[in-house]
């Protein structure tokens, strides 16, 4: 009867040890997939930036072109008075 | 046995502690990494609403500097209408009336000076300035036709040309000559006189006045004038005897008191009373 019992014993200690290294490896993958994401995302945030510096400067560069077409079109040269 | 079974659940309260702590700590960081996710994404989103804006931005000061970069493309060609326009109302100062014409072109300029998106807008100008540079070049050959078939047995210049004619004329018109002919001429006695009136009503002038200046040459013409309006009450002067006494019967004389009453006075000084007297032949009064 007690060889039975440490039979069974043992058998549930396995298989609760079985459960907690299962467990642990569900938290361990989870944690990884999240810092992969991080890492992801992080790369777009940096892409995204360098994308918008570009164009911003193309923004001012078209802005000074318009001022300087503005500074032309003012111009009453050549013009009656 | 019990000894043994004391052992084996003091190991196992440890693991099982050890397992929790891992847990826990697993679940921490866990925690901390989506929570940085969250910022990363608001982030991203954040960055990419700029961009959309950016990129509105971009096209509308594109769209915008294509459309000016158009107008200024025939702005040259407006320029040079207007060019040519100054040329023809310069060629028509003293011929012709160009005030109307300078006032369109000056509104057509505006339009154009203020046109920042449509090309069309300056290229309709520029053929509206085109138009008018015709119609005064037209006007002024009108006029200038009209002058050399006017004259009496001649044109009504030659060595003086139109502009020289057109400086003369205006003199004759600024002192009040306005109907009066006009006609270049070297007869006048026998070339020795600058200028003189017919009493048909018409004056010649000699080529070399039309580069007097203008005070002089206004003199002259109402030095003219005067005369014309002596031949028409040429009778009566002629018999008058204050006209003697005043004048010494000389039409010069009185032609020059006749122009100092109307603002021209010349070299020479007349009193008062010779003023007074004179002004009554520019109404035809004898007195």
Redesign the interface.
């Known amino acids: 009867m007690r060889a039975v019992a440490l039979v069974v014993g043992g058998l549930l200690v396995i298989g609760g040890a079985v459960l907690v290294v299962s467990a642990d490896h569900q938290r361990a993958d989870a944690l990884a997939e999240a810092k992969a994401a991080v890492a992801e995302t992080r790369r777009q945030l940096d892409a995204a930036k360098d994308s918008n510096h570009r164009l911003a400067e193309q923004l001012t560069t078209l802005r000074s072109l318009i001022a300087e077409q503005d500074r032309r079109l003012a111009d009453t040269t050549g013009l009656l008075q | 046995m019990r000894r043994a079974v004391a052992v084996a659940a003091a190991v ?1 309260a440890l693991l099982v502690s050890g ?1 929790v702590d ?2 826990a700590a ?2 921490d ?2 925690a901390e ?2 929570a ?2 969250r910022a ?2 608001a ?2 989103d954040s ?2 609403r ?2 959309d804006r ?2 509105g ?2 096209e509308s ?2 769209k ?2 294509d459309e ?2 158009a ?2 493309a025939v ?1 040259p060609a407006f ?1 040079d209408e ?2 040519a ?2 040329v023809a109302l310069s060629g028509a100062d003293g011929k012709v009336d160009t005030s109307a014409h ?1 006032a369109s ?2 509104s057509a ?1 505006q339009t154009v ?1 203020a ?2 998106r449509d090309p069309a807008v300056v290229t309709r100008a520029t053929a509206t300035v085109h138009a008018l540079t015709a119609k005064v070049n037209g006007d002024v050959a009108t006029w200038q036709a009209a002058q050399q078939a006017a004259g009496p047995g001649g044109p009504a210049w030659s060595s003086s040309g139109p502009d020289g004619y057109a400086r003369v004329r205006a003199a004759l018109d600024r002192v009040g000559g306005g109907g009066v002919g006009l006609y270049e001429s070297a007869s006048c006695a026998g070339g020795n006189a600058p200028a003189c009136a017919n009493s048909n009503g018409y004056i010649k002038y000699r080529a070399d006045i039309a580069d007097w200046n203008a005070s002089r040459l206004n003199w002259a013409m109402a030095h003219e004038l005067a005369h014309i309006h002596q031949f028409r009450v040429w009778g009566a002067l002629t018999s008058s005897s204050a006209y003697g006494s005043l004048f010494g019967g000389d039409p010069e004389f009185l032609a020059n008191c006749m122009a100092v009453v109307r603002g021209f006075p010349g070299s020479v000084g007349c009193n008062a009373e010779q003023q007074a007297w004179a002004s009554g032949i520019w109404v035809g009064a004898v007195r």
């Open positions: 196992a397992v891992r847990a697993l679940d960081e866990r990494t989506i940085e996710l990363l994404t982030s991203v960055a990419q700029r961009t950016l990129e931005l971009i000061a594109q915008d500097a000016r970069e107008v200024l702005r320029v207007i060019a326009l100054r300078r072109a000056l300029q000076l046109e920042r």
